[in-house]
């Protein structure tokens, strides 16, 4: 597949410091279609499954767009949940890092409304929020949308589950449609979010990133419920417990490579890290020895791991999850090589049970989950 690098984005230089910081290798497959599209200021549908990097698909090109110096409401991002609504204002957040004057805030229920109103007050140019709290602020007048130049129906599909419809039209209603962009964004889309998009959108351009149908080599593979800040303590204990001549660890982000990396040497393990930011002498360097087994734990992102073809691997440990179906099976299709046994596990926070879903469903097999203790 076509990789796209963000700096080939046409970005501020302030956004592409905030992605570096955050370790973002590349864009995904949706990011790299669907930002200059959103940039370009037109109507957007896009659909691609969970875990796919949807939110900065349209938090990239909303930065690029707001006006710092103008403190009224400019976007307004309908999220499904509370925490959906926080993780979203959170990296949207991380990405305007080095961009002055832009203030984010998420609104949702269950949130006493006086301190929302009061933080609405001191001015928020995207707003981030569930559809009933925002309807409410809506008829309120506590946020007001004479400024509002964006929309974004974000996870429209749960949105609809949840019974949102009502509220999510109305909001658009209150939205000057004049100049208004439209954005939404699905896992699917079921018929109510096409009439949505039929009665809201103009010319809207659709932008679909479909999985392609992948075999999925016959390995061992399980999964573990691991919160974040246990991950580190379980993958010592797995890799203590199988004693592995040669593993590969994976990981989202640079960041995260280098972090764990330099946790597990300092913990006493030969490992090393591998990914795109590091120089070629480097990365042969660490192949070698790799290779030679002088490394037994080679730490990679899924881009530095394309093509790795290494003999004798047999434990491939998912530190994070994959960001889609290709990338899970070109993972633990590194093990397992010509008929040998392989084990792969994937180290599930239960806050990404529905990625783990979602690649049950690619794979159509149920992966077992395991117990540390077992
Ligand atoms: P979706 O909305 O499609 O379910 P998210 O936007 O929530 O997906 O992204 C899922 C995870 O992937 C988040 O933790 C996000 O920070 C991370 N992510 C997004 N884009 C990238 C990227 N280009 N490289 C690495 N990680 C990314
Ligand atoms: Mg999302």
Redesign the pocket.
């Known amino acids: 597949m076509e990789t796209v690098r963000f700096d080939e984005l046409d970005l501020y230089p302030q956004v592409l410091r905030a992605i570096k910081e955050m370790g973002f290798e590349e864009a995904t497959p949706i990011q790299s279609q669907a930002i200059p599209v959103v940039m370009s200021g037109v109507d957007v549908i896009g659909q691609a499954q969970t875990g796919t990097g ?2 900065a698909s349209f938090g990239i090109p909303v930065l690029h767009k707001v006006d710092p110096n103008n403190k009224k409401t400019q976007v307004i991002i309908l999220s499904p949940t509370r925490e ?1 609504a926080i993780q979203v204002s959170e990296e949207i957040r991380k990405l305007s890092k080095y961009m002055h004057g832009v203030k984010i805030l998420p609104v949702y229920g269950g949130q006493d409304i006086n301190r929302q109103i009061k933080a609405l007050k001191g001015g928020a140019q995207i707003i981030i929020g569930t559809p009933g709290r925002v309807m409410d602020h809506l008829r309120r007048k506590t946020i007001r949308c004479e400024a509002v130049n964006t929309i974004v129906l ?2 429209a599909d749960e949105m609809l589950n949840m019974g949102f419809r009502e509220d999510i039209e109305t909001i658009l209603e209150y939205i000057p449609e004049e100049g208004r962009q439209t954005v939404l ?1 699905s896992a699917t889309m079921p018929k109510p979010i096409l009439d949505i998009t039929k009665k809201y959108q103009h010319d809207a351009v659709t932008i679909k990133v479909v999985k392609k149908e992948l075999t999925v080599p016959s390995i061992e593979q399980y999964y573990y419920d691991v919160k974040r800040k246990d991950k580190t303590e379980v993958l010592t204990r797995l890799l203590d417990y199988y004693n592995p001549k040669l593993s590969l660890v994976f990981c989202n982000t640079k960041k995260m490579v280098d972090e764990l990396s330099e946790e597990l040497k300092s913990r006493g393990y030969m490992a090393e890290g591998l990914h795109g930011d590091m120089k070629q002498a480097q990365r042969d360097r660490v192949m070698k020895a790799f290779r030679s087994g002088r490394v037994e734990i080679l730490i990679a992102t899924d881009v530095a791991a394309r093509g790795i073809d290494v003999d004798g691997v047999t434990h491939v440990f998912n530190y994070e999850l994959p960001q889609d179906i290709e990338s899970y099976v070109h993972r633990i299709g590194r093990t397992g090589r010509a008929g040998k046994d392989g084990y792969t596990c994937m180290f599930v926070d239960p806050k990404n049970a529905r990625t783990l879903e979602q690649i049950e469903s690619d794979i159509k097999y149920q992966i077992p989950r395991r117990n540390i203790e077992d």
Do not use: A, G, I, P
């Open positions: 949807k939110t959906l974000d996870e964004f």
